[in-house]
């Protein structure tokens, strides 16, 4: 429980405007959530922690008795660290704080730093600097150099922070100073085989370097590398940095931070998500994926998806006839749409004939989404299938084992947060589903909140600017008339996609297809990919207003820090996949 | 009884293990209906942190304490987000037990505690039923408790929007606001009528779209306690000399605005000379504002230094007996709420007493009160207004023999069961003698015929 109560530690008196204020996170400081609190009057300005089950730092401030609300900055503690280092400063907008490894975060709009403040330090929170006494204010950064391997002569600085190792991959992440040959890979020897091998490094823009090193200009001094190989292998390998001149140095690992396969290629998505780089992000993505990134996260995607299975299939309300249309909705983070979808279809009249297959993607909400699968089932007389996976399998083989249990020969994929906008959208759904669909596709037109266009088909566009960067065509799928008025036609019309937030085929199309692809990480892209195979093999997809629907886009699912990389992964995926054909299409 | 028409009330709690007005205007309906010979049940909801000794293993239904016709609804998992009972067992005997009951009319008052979705089962179980709600505040529109107050700036809401929700609970987007309106909205379209115990009320949900043609106004019921002292009244000072005796009632929270009166009696003792006292009868303060429990008990705790100006008694809270001891120690009733009070029963209580009320010209509270005919209002929210208005209450002669002898008092209950009737669309039965024992104090009854206690809006 949090209070006001000044905590013992050393008072050193802080005036930002006058310079910066650097403290050290110490990893026991971090682990025990240690608190430093900046004074002003008693009252304490800035009150900073880190919360290590969240992986974030906590901050707010207490005046007049009462805490404010918290807020909190992403920073994960990249394990076998010594620590994490905060800078506070102020800038010309006002306060920011930066903690190693993220960017700086202002604090403008809520916290106010300005005049004289006292902090209280503890032991295990050190003001940096070698030199810094308990007492004594810290005037310069410090970055925790876990180790350091000289080059003799030549003055080179490295810094391994962090070995993680799964039971079949590993992941080092550290910093050099390579301004003498610029680092171009790794060295990995087999002790045993004597096989060598060369992996690609990946860089990062590392600030805490920049200042450590002082340098003018802001380099990529950060450095990552990734490859296939438990613990045990990296044990019985050498490891040597790589440079432009042909020299070498060898990497001594420090100790191994051991993770489940799925935690560990998580945690390698959210690293490669949320790096930070000098230039443009994509462009440096699918360089590190072209470089064999990719592959590697496809096997590791591959390697986890083969422990995927159901863990639990229930099944409510069930009717002695078949339903005319399963409904397939994928459930991810959030229990309330399973419930919610339903009672907005049951808004607008009986739901006979209709069947709600969700496949849940979250193990740990099973329970309650059986249970409101039951009363769903209860209070609107609704068929309800309920599917629960053991890991998020992602949207495509989640949609697949939906579609698998379906008892109609039509299916619908609909996203938790796709309504009918009205009883004519449930009716057109019908109609629609009472017709043989043939060997196309339709999408319904969806609508934001406020009755503006959220989308009516897709297209492909080619990203210029990425395409230069990349030397290679990158497609970006863009939605016509997104968050336009609705004014366009009500004629069914062909387009190139349509959103896989609802989807109207034959089941046996479905199946004819293999469903979504599977090698799509979580999610994204996999609806642009089926259209394309759907017209691959003669059909059609229609974009059909009639199927009018609101789309509370991004309501029905949680995003987590992993997501940002399997984005990145799939836009290159996608434009590997399809690249090429769409520009001949294009072409002509 | 036999023939009659068989009506359930539904009600949020039981008045006699949780106060409230909602649930005892429930129960007085349902007392009336009895009385004037209708088959009248009562099912009240009750949650274990009330009263953990009702929850019988297994049971969802119970009797309450032998009476006849009146039951518990033992609610163990309300679900406050979506206003859902998630308890299956619950909403399968609630079915269970309606089918059992068989009655012609579910009259609900409120769903917390009971849940929407006992709306749709009502309707599915009893296709034929007549179903009617009773909106008694405004919690269909507004997630912020039905208060209609601004959470970021406490300023007084005039219309929900997903957007404007969104901004009272930045951390719920507004497609989530637009999904908590079609879900309240579907559950409350299985209703034949719904009654409002104001037009204020009434206005306010047809801005929100609730069909016109169901939407009734038709007051609250209230039996007339001022005829109910169960206690000897021995010396009981009915009337000061200078009717300077201001009363509070009602609950210790921040909406019901008591903060207005202290700032109000702050500047008095600054501006003018006449005494008044001040009696303030409530609980509940556990409920209030950190700020708010702060400024109470920091005003009380300074109050020594407003006499002998000012004169302030904290008296704790009060039961429906009280009444009668603790309206004889005051002149007027305040009612100084800074939201849209719906209907507010201390009014009734006010006028059955005699006592003009002092009201902020708001809402439900706003709309009873004739100003200065039976009462006064003042600016809402404003001390100097209130101010003012005490001053004038202490200092203009026969001011309040005026406004009390205009007081409307409160309809009588089989009234306002007839009223009720009119709605379901039922035939009032014959009512047994009803016994209002005159007391000197109360203008004489109107004849039944002549009253006008409710009708549907037109």
């Given at each position: 429980m949090l209070d006001g109560t000044p905590e013992e530690g050393d008072p050193v008196e802080v005036k930002l405007d006058a310079e910066p204020f650097v403290a050290m996170f110490t990893e026991p400081a971090l682990r025990s959530s240690t608190h430093l609190n900046f004074y002003r009057d008693g009252q304490i300005a800035l009150h900073v922690k880190y919360i290590p089950m969240r992986g974030a730092f906590v901050l707010n401030d207490f005046q007049q008795g009462h805490w404010g609300e918290q807020m909190f900055v992403d920073c994960l503690l990249t394990p076998g660290a010594a620590g994490l280092s905060m800078t506070l400063a102020l800038h010309e907008d006002g306060p920011q704080i930066r903690f190693m490894g993220v960017p700086p975060v202002s604090l403008a709009e809520r916290f106010?730093?300005?005049g004289a403040l006292m902090a209280r330090v503890p032991p295990n929170i050190r003001p940096n600097?070698?030199?810094?006494?308990?007492g004594e204010r810290a005037r310069t950064p410090d970055i925790q150099v876990v180790r350091m391997t000289t080059l003799e002569g030549s003055g080179i600085q490295l810094g391994l922070d962090a070995t993680v190792t799964s039971g079949n991959a590993f992941f080092l992440e550290g910093w050099i100073d390579d301004r003498r040959s610029p680092l171009v890979g790794i060295s990995m020897v087999d002790f045993a085989t004597g096989l060598r091998a060369s992996l690609p490094v990946g860089r990062v823009r590392r600030p805490d370097v920049d200042s450590h090193l002082q340098v003018a200009r802001p380099g990529q001094f950060g450095f990552w590398v990734a490859g296939l190989g438990g613990a045990q292998q990296l044990e019985a390998a050498a490891l040597s940095l790589v440079f432009e001149d042909g020299s070498g140095v060898p990497l001594e690992l420090g100790a191994k931070f051991r993770q489940g396969e799925r935690e560990f290629f998580e945690f390698l998505l959210a690293t490669f998500g949320r790096r930070s780089v000098i230039g443009n992000i994509t462009a440096q993505s699918f360089a590190d994926l072209e470089a064999g990134y990719g592959n590697l996260l496809s096997k590791l995607y591959r390697q986890i998806a083969a422990?995927?299975?159901?863990m639990s299939h229930g099944r409510f309300g069930r009717r002695a006839q078949p339903p005319a249309i399963s409904l397939v909705c994928v459930l991810y983070?959030?229990?309330?749409f399973l419930y919610m979808l339903i009672a907005q279809f049951a808004r607008f009249g009986s739901l006979d004939g209709l069947e709600f297959i969700f496949v849940n993607?979250?193990?740990?909400l099973e329970e309650v989404l059986l249970r409101d699968a039951e009363l769903a089932s209860f209070v609107f007389r609704a068929e309800i299938q309920v599917l629960t996976l053991?890991?998020?399998?992602g949207f495509s083989h989640a949609n697949n084992v939906g579609v698998a249990a379906a008892r109609s020969k039509k299916i619908a994929i609909i996203n938790p947060d796709v309504f009918p906008r009205d009883p004519a959208a449930v009716g057109h759904l019908r109609l629609l589903c009472d017709r043989p669909l043939g060997p196309d596709i339709y999408g319904g037109k969806l609508y934001y909140a406020d009755g503006?266009?959220?989308?009516?088909g897709m297209f492909f566009k080619q990203d210029r600017r990425l395409s230069l960067l990349c030397n290679a065509p990158i497609w970006t799928v863009e939605h016509f008339?997104?968050?336009?008025?609705?004014?366009?036609?009500l004629e069914p019309r062909e387009v190139p996609a349509i959103t896989g937030a609802l989807m109207v085929l034959e089941r046996s199309l479905y199946e004819k297809l293999n469903?979504?692809?599977?090698?799509?990480?979580?999610?994204?892209y996999e609806d642009a990919d089926l259209c394309l195979r759907v017209q691959q093999a003669g059909g059609r997809v229609i974009l059909d207003p009639g199927l009018a629907y609101w789309h509370y886009e991004g309501m029905g699912s949680t995003k987590r820090p992993e997501h940002i990389g399997s984005n990145m992964y799939n836009r290159w995926f996608f434009s590997r996949l399809w690249g090429h054909r769409i520009t001949e299409h294009e072409n002509g | 009884m036999a023939d009659s028409p068989r009506i359930l009330f539904v009600s949020v709690f039981h008045p006699e293990l949780v106060r409230g007005g909602a649930q005892q205007t429930a129960y007085e309906l349902f007392l009336g209906a009895r009385k004037a010979g209708l088959d009248a049940i009562f099912l009240a909801s009750c949650e274990p942190n009330i009263a953990p000794a009702l929850f019988k293993p297994g049971a969802i239904v119970t009797g309450f304490d032998?009476?006849?016709?009146e039951y518990l609804f033992l609610s163990d998992s309300f679900e406050h987000g979506w206003y859902r009972n998630v308890n299956i067992r619950a909403l399968t005997w609630f079915a269970e037990f309606l089918r059992d009951m068989k009655p012609d009319v579910v009259h609900f008052?409120?769903?917390?505690?009971?849940?929407?979705d006992m709306f749709l089962l009502a309707r599915r179980v009893l296709p034929d039923a007549k179903l009617v709600l009773t909106l008694h505040e405004f919690l269909a529109i507004c997630k912020?408790?039905?208060?209609?107050?601004?959470?970021?700036?406490?300023t007084l809401c005039q219309k929900a929007s997903p957007v404007r929700c969104h901004q009272c609970?930045?951390?719920?987007?507004p497609e989530m606001f637009q999904l908590r309106e079609d879900w309240v909205r579907h559950a409350m379209s299985v209703f034949d009528a719904f009654i409002a115990p104001t037009d204020f009320v009434r206005r306010r949900y047809l801005s929100w779209g609730l069909p016109d043609e169901k939407l009734h106004v038709v007051t609250n019921a209230q039996a007339d306690?001022?005829?109910?002292?169960?206690?000897?009244?021995?010396?009981?000072?009915?009337?000061?000399?200078?009717?300077?005796r201001f009363g509070f009632f009602g609950q210790?929270?921040?909406?019901?605005?008591l903060g207005v009166v202290f700032d109000a009696l702050e500047l008095y003792a600054k501006t003018y000379t006449d005494p008044i006292t001040l009696d303030i009868s409530g609980a509940?303060?556990?409920?209030?504002?950190e700020k708010f429990r702060e400024r109470f008990n920091s005003f009380l705790a300074e109050a020594?230094?407003?006499?002998p100006l000012i004169k302030i008694t904290y008296h704790g809270s009060y039961s429906m007996a009280d009444l009668p001891t603790r309206m004889s120690r005051i002149d007027w009733v305040i009612v100084?709420?800074?939201?849209?009070?719906?209907?507010?029963l201390v009014l009734s209580e006010a006028y059955m007493f005699r006592r003009p009320p002092v009201v902020s010209n708001i809402g439900g509270v706003g709309e009873r009160v004739r100003h200065d005919i039976d009462g006064l209002l003042f600016d809402v929210g404003d001390a100097t207004s209130l101010m003012q208005t005490f001053h004038r209450c202490v200092t203009e002669e026969g001011l309040h023999a005026r406004l009390a002898a205009a007081s409307p008092g409160v309809p009588p209950v089989l009234d306002v069961v007839e009223a009720h009737c009119a709605v379901y669309g039922v035939p009032m039965p014959?009512?047994?003698?009803?016994?209002?024992p005159s007391a000197p104090s109360a203008a004489p009854a109107a004849p039944r015929a002549k009253r006008k206690a409710a009708a549907p809006a037109s």
């Open positions: 106010d730093l300005s600097g070698p030199e810094a006494a308990p422990e995927r299975r159901v983070g959030y229990p309330d993607n979250s193990p740990e053991n890991q998020n399998s503006s266009v959220m989308h009516e008339r997104k968050g336009f008025a609705d004014t366009s036609s469903g979504f692809n599977v090698d799509f990480v979580f999610g994204h | 032998g009476r006849p016709n008052h409120h769903f917390m505690t009971i849940g929407l912020a408790d039905g208060h209609m107050v601004r959470r970021n700036d406490r609970f930045p951390d719920i987007s306690y001022s005829h109910q002292d169960f206690r000897v009244p021995f010396l009981r000072q009915t009337q000061s000399h200078v009717p300077n210790l929270v921040d909406n019901k605005g509940n303060l556990n409920y209030a504002s020594k230094s407003l006499e100084p709420s800074v939201w849209w009070e719906i209907f507010a014959g009512a047994e003698p009803v016994e209002e």
